[in-house]
């Protein structure tokens, strides 16, 4: 029975350790799927970590201070404008790290390129801009940890039934956004489909261009173009992601290490703590981990819908570029005041000074002393300067309409009957009296009209300033077809408020000088 009894617990023994070697290879097998399973629900948007604790010590550095960070202007779901407010996967990221590592930010909006003027000319501290990250980029720039792994797809016009696939782009032009990997990938694959590739500045743009028929397709960031589609924006993809660089945010070399590191420490923290997830869920949907975007379809609201909500903020541009304008104007006149006298004195140095002035701003784009102003004194002087947008765009417009305005006036005294000059001189008038008295009052009235004109001018040209990120009208309308992809009926309403706003001053002007040429 001992013997029997013994053989029944040695192979109680034996299924006992068969059960638990089992237990143990299902355990090994579940960690092993399970861990599969989450490392590709990650894929993507997870990358590896290398914050330190040499990191952790130089990131407290930057707790308490206030850094200026700088954005594109049109890169929805990345940013973009929502009731007035920049919001999207960047600005929400950037904001939660901000208050995350304890420092304070201020957020400048420009276009992408700007935003990087911007960084080199040091007016702003660092970059959060849907930024690939590149080896060429890296040469100048020190970035952080990927926050987003991104791809390529393209999107053709919604109601396009030619085109499925890259083959059949032979013979047609794909439109791209300068600077995007997206342009990187299209380049690298044209000759091989036989394309040409045309870069753009804005999302919206290539859109248009594809709808409008100028362009057959669109490569750009598989999120943007999801949101797009999402936002009614008359396009549809029609490609798989094609895995494509990584996003980061950008210092420049050498600079802003405290910076840099506190925005590692905090994206580590914020996706330990769930809140990197909430934000990508927010913007592309419950898929956003896997690295695929199903966003739920807004609704398109109707004309005057769109109308109400935009109000507001043209309503803001319209006044920024209102003010703007007047200063400007004002400076201008003084100026033109100056050198028109100076190009009529009795001196040739005197003469040839004004007409260095004239010729230089004149002859020059008005673009390029705003981008100079705005971008290239700050790298002059080595640090920011505080107020500089709204001082840059004065500069800009006043000097620019100086130069036009002392021809007019050099036109308006010349014009002046020589008579009137030797009476007042046969009377014994001093030159200046002469010019105070006499020359000046008439020349006012012969030139008004011309300077009505140029004043009319002047509110048009400031529309360019939105390239360095003053907040006109024009800018205003970017912001907000950049989230709702109307831009046509966008535009339409700008053109409507600048001819209401280029009438009501042309009747207020032409009244004004009606009073003037009745003295």
Do not use: C
Not at 4 to 11: H, Q
Not at 255 to 270: E, M
């Amino acid at each position: 029975m001992q013997s029997g009894t013994n053989m029944r617990v040695e192979s109680s023994r034996k299924m006992k350790l068969v059960v638990a070697i089992l237990a143990i290879a299902a355990m090994v097998m579940g960690l092993f799927v399970g861990g599969t399973q989450v490392a590709q629900a990650a894929e993507g948007n997870q990358s590896t970590s290398t914050v330190t604790a040499a990191t952790r010590k130089e990131a407290l550095k930057a707790k308490g201070k206030s850094y200026t960070i700088a954005t594109d202007t049109t890169f929805a779901p990345f940013e973009f404008r929502q009731n007035g407010q920049m919001v999207g996967i960047d600005m929400d990221l950037m904001n939660a790290i901000a208050k995350n590592q304890g420092f304070s930010i201020t957020i400048q909006s420009l276009g992408f390129n700007a935003a990087l003027q911007a960084l080199s000319s040091n007016q702003a501290d660092g970059v959060i801009a849907g930024m690939s990250i590149t080896d060429e980029r890296k040469q100048i720039y020190d970035f952080s940890d990927p926050y987003f792994e991104s791809g390529i797809q393209m999107a053709i016009a919604k109601n396009d039934s030619t085109i499925k696939s890259y083959k059949d782009l032979k013979g047609k032009t794909v439109v791209v956004k300068s600077g995007s990997e997206g342009e990187s990938y299209a380049k690298s694959v044209a000759s091989k489909y036989g394309f040409s590739v045309k870069s753009v500045d804005q999302s919206a743009t290539m859109y248009e261009m594809v709808k409008s028929g100028n362009a057959s397709a669109v490569f750009d960031d598989y999120p943007v173009l999801a949101y797009g589609v999402s936002q009614d924006n008359g396009l549809k993809t029609v490609t798989k992601k094609i895995p494509e660089g990584s996003y980061g945010f950008a210092v420049n070399k050498g600079k802003n290490a405290a910076l840099l590191a506190a925005f590692n420490v905090g994206l580590k923290n914020l996706k330990a703590s769930g809140k990197y997830d909430k934000i990508l869920v927010k913007y592309l949907g419950s898929s956003a981990s896997t690295g695929s975007s199903t966003i739920k379809a807004a609704t398109r609201p109707s004309f005057w819908q769109l109308v109400r909500q935009s109000f507001p903020a043209l309503m803001l541009g319209l006044r920024n570029t209102l003010i703007i304008t007047a200063l400007s104007f004002i400076v201008a006149m003084i100026l033109s005041l100056v050198f028109g006298l100076m190009r009529v004195f009795p001196n040739r140095i005197v003469q040839f000074i004004a007409q260095i002035y004239v010729a230089v701003f004149r002859g020059t784009p008005l673009l390029v002393w705003a981008f100079f102003f705005y971008f290239g004194i700050p790298q002059l002087v080595g640090h920011a300067l505080g107020n500089w947008l709204w001082i840059s765009g004065l500069l800009t417009l006043s000097l620019n309409s100086g130069s036009y305005l002392t021809e007019i006036l050099r036109g308006a005294i010349q014009s002046v009957n020589i008579g009137q000059t030797e009476g007042a001189q046969s009377l014994g008038l001093t030159y200046g009296q002469t010019m105070r008295e006499i020359i000046l009052p008439q020349a006012f009235k012969i030139a008004a009209p011309s300077v009505i004109n140029q004043l009319i001018i002047m509110i048009k040209d400031s529309s360019l300033l939105l390239t360095i990120g003053f907040a006109d009208l024009l800018y205003q309308a970017q912001q907000l077809y950049a989230a709702n992809f109307r831009v046509t009926e966008t535009l339409f309403m700008v053109g409507v408020i600048y001819f209401v706003a280029i009438s009501l001053l042309t009747l207020v002007a032409n009244w004004a000088d009606r009073k003037l040429h009745r003295r």
